[in-house]
């Protein structure tokens, strides 16, 4: 799923006021990965290829010098990772702070998001990292089908957040 529509699903399904902490842990599985790869070619002098389609995206990124981006995201998409950084968190928010920190729950959200919406052939979510590499074969969220629906089913939940929830 595109990071706009990881924003959008943290804003309207995660409970309280929209927020900043919701947007930027809703994306966070994927800048911390697509950042540093952006970061580490300027460091190395080089520019990021413009990808003219999704196979010639994943040949460049499957190359030796930059299967550590893969590598990267298999652990960024690990509901398993985020349950051991994000628990602690939750545990200091919820009984020292008196507060609960739905916006926590954004990049999990994430990545259930993305199981369904990743294929073999474009970054698949292997969601237990390290203990598995079981991932889903998924329909990609580029797909006109999945990207078109992805749109019309955040307008609704919008409304339904707005109209609905408000009376």
Known sequence: MDIM???????????????????????????????????????????????????EMMEWYNKPENRWVINLYKWTHSLLVWGIILLPLFIYYHFYLNLTPWFLLAAPLHILMDIPTHNNNSFPVQFLTPLSTYKVNGMHWSKPLVFIGNYVLIILAIFFRLFVLRK
């Open 5 to 55: 529509a990881h924003s959008l699903w943290s804003l309207v399904l995660l409970p309280g006021p929209p927020s900043i902490a919701k947007v930027v842990f809703g994306i966070a599985p994927d800048v911390t990965v697509f950042a540093t790869s952006l970061i580490v070619q300027a460091v190395k002098g080089k520019m990021q290829p413009g990808f003219k389609t999704r196979l």
